[in-house]
């Protein structure tokens, strides 16, 4: 026995029988349609295509310079990143020195001075550890980290303010090791 449903075999469907309904047009007599179209593989996103007569918006080159606004907001996030230690004015300065002017002279301030503060903070704790068991020099020395710490933040806070009112800032005590 065969399936009604099937297609012959050895050739053409034939016509449906007198009085079955006619299959839609697209289709096979035999209920069978074309695959359909292959799908993008899982994951993957199908490449953006821009209607007809539109321009992709333009972008600036990587390597561009900065706008005096950007330039500004860049010098003083390199002091405001002070709060939370040296890698934000290292990276700033690494990443924006060549694209502002800016930039290049506030992250260099901003840099020295996180720099010269990681040195006082180190010297601080060590000081703390060894002299620590002292009854009052100890508790007092004890407290110099804290104290080099929270002058850290107020100096990078009038950094940050003062570059981003318009002008420049200079740490009061800093090694200059970046020219």
């Known amino acids: ?5 099937t297609p012959p075999a050895d050739g053409p469907a034939s016509p449906p029988p007198a009085g079955a309904p006619t299959p839609p047009t697209g289709q ?4 069978y349609s074309a695959p359909p179209p292959p799908q993008q593989p899982y994951g993957q996103q199908p490449p953006p295509q821009q209607p007809y007569g539109q321009q992709p918006y333009a972008q600036a080159p990587a ?3 900065l706008p005096p606004e950007q330039d500004k907001q860049w010098a003083s996030f390199a002091h405001f990143g002070g709060i939370i230690g040296f890698l934000p004015a290292l990276i700033i300065w690494l990443v924006f020195k060549d694209r502002g002017p800016r930039t290049n002279t506030e992250g260099k ?4 001075w996180q720099i010269t503060f990681t040195i006082a903070i180190i010297v601080a704790n060590i000081a703390a550890l ?3 068991w002292i009854p009052v020099i100890g508790w007092i020395i004890g407290l110099l980290p804290l104290a080099i710490w ?3 933040i107020v100096f990078s806070i009038l ?3 003062r570059v981003n009112a318009g002008g420049s800032y200079r740490y ?3 090694l200059r090791l970046i020219s």
């Open 1 to 5: 026995m065969s399936d009604p449903n």
């Open 109 to 112: 301030e901003a840099l020295n």
């Open 159 to 161: 950094g940050g303010v």
């Open 63 to 65: 390597g561009a310079p």
């Open 150 to 152: 929270v002058v850290n």
């Open 28 to 31: 096979n007599p035999g209920g």
């Open 172 to 174: 009061p005590v800093t």
């Open 130 to 132: 060894v002299l620590g």
